[in-house]
């Protein structure tokens, strides 16, 4: 490889880095901002939380890991809400996300939980999509708070899940 070449090469790696770590800041951004703008972004330790991240935000209704293997768009996130703002998030996801496809497949009709299902136990619960597919999160009801966390989101999911748990306080 010519040193021009290599060159080109490094700084186009260096801006691609840099773009990802910008877009993980403006994701952020806008999770506080659909928190009612509370929140506090810091740097992520290596090894903090459930994998590498870009930067971590917290807030008192949820903590956020801007994941490291995504481009600054995708959250493994946790968030506690009452159990009536669950079943709103819960049927808001599940609309989103409605199968479209043959009579065939074999997506779950109902991968969150109902709220009705949680509250016959306090043991974790799976929310899975597929059944030839890792979950996507898990969900647990205690002392009349439901705790959601989601694995690998994109934020523009977190961010209407932030907005449908503060539309409803």
């Known amino acids: 490889m010519s040193e021009a070449s290599s060159t080109s ?3 186009a790696v260096e801006a691609a ?9 403006t994701a952020a951004l806008i999770l506080i901002e659909a928190d009612g703008g509370r929140g506090n ?11 590498d991240a870009w ?7 949820f ?19 009452a159990p009536a703002v669950y079943e709103q998030m819960r049927i808001w ?18 991968p969150w939980p109902t709220r009705a299902s949680l509250s016959k136990s306090t043991e974790e619960r799976r929310i899975n999509y597929r059944a030839d597919f890792g979950e996507r999160g898990r969900v647990r009801l205690t002392f009349d708070r439901v705790t959601v966390t989601l694995y690998d989101e994109p ?3 977190v961010d209407t899940l932030l907005r449908i ?5």
């Open 9 to 11: 090469l490094l700084m």
């Open 93 to 110: 996801s599940e609309a989103r996300d409605d199968c479209r496809h043959d009579h065939g497949c074999i997506c779950r009709t109902d």
């Open 41 to 51: 972004i810091h740097r992520a330790q290596r090894g903090e939380g459930p994998a």
């Open 63 to 81: 903590t956020a890991h801007i994941l490291s293997e995504s481009h600054g768009d995708r959250a493994h996130v946790t968030l506690s809400v």
């Open 17 to 25: 880095y840099a773009a990802s770590k910008a877009a993980a800041h």
């Open 155 to 157: 934020v523009t999911v």
């Open 165 to 169: 748990a503060r539309s409803a306080v």
């Open 55 to 61: 930067c971590v935000v917290t807030s008192a209704n």
